[in-house]
């Protein structure tokens, strides 16, 4: 997206059919230059990557949500929270990760554009806390 901007930037020339053309050709010029320079953290970038986090909270022995709906062909993160007093593995045989997490821990889970379907997760340390599950549609 940078490379973008900056070639509007340099194929931008004053206008001279208006009253103060250097005027406005300033103001583009220093909004594209912040937008390059500020890049994806401010609201001009986030606003076109809308990849803000889903989340997904371990306590009291199980997953909030249960199931957790998602857009498919879509890469997303994921940030699970773990709020009990115990380790627990946040594991997936079908999304392929398998972190161990202390209690208070939280992480990014990053995921690849998925395919239509169901992905199960679940607790692999207690295997009586009930499995959630990940649908892309």
């Avoid at 973008?4 to 300033?26: A, D, E, F, Q, T």
């Avoid at 857009?71 to 994921?78: E, R, Y």
């Avoid at 208070?104 to 607790?123: E, K």
Wanted: proline share 7%; glycine share 4%; hydrophobic share 45%.
């Amino acid at each position: 997206m940078r490379d973008w901007i900056l070639r509007i930037i340099l194929s931008l020339k004053p206008s001279r059919k208006l009253k103060r053309p250097n005027v406005l050709y300033r103001l583009l010029c220093a909004i594209s230059l912040a937008a390059l320079l500020l890049g994806p953290s401010t609201g001009i970038a986030a606003a076109a990557d809308s990849s803000a986090p889903l989340e997904i909270l371990f306590k009291d022995r199980h997953f909030t949500p249960q199931a957790l709906t998602v857009p498919a062909s879509q890469p997303l993160v994921i940030k699970v929270i773990n709020a009990s007093n115990e380790t627990i593995e946040f594991e997936s045989f079908k999304l392929n990760r398998e972190v161990a997490m202390t209690p208070g821990q939280t992480i990014l889970v990053h995921l690849p554009a998925l395919s239509a379907g169901s992905y199960d997760f679940y607790d692999d340390f207690h295997q009586d806390v009930p499995e959630g599950s990940i649908i892309a549609k």
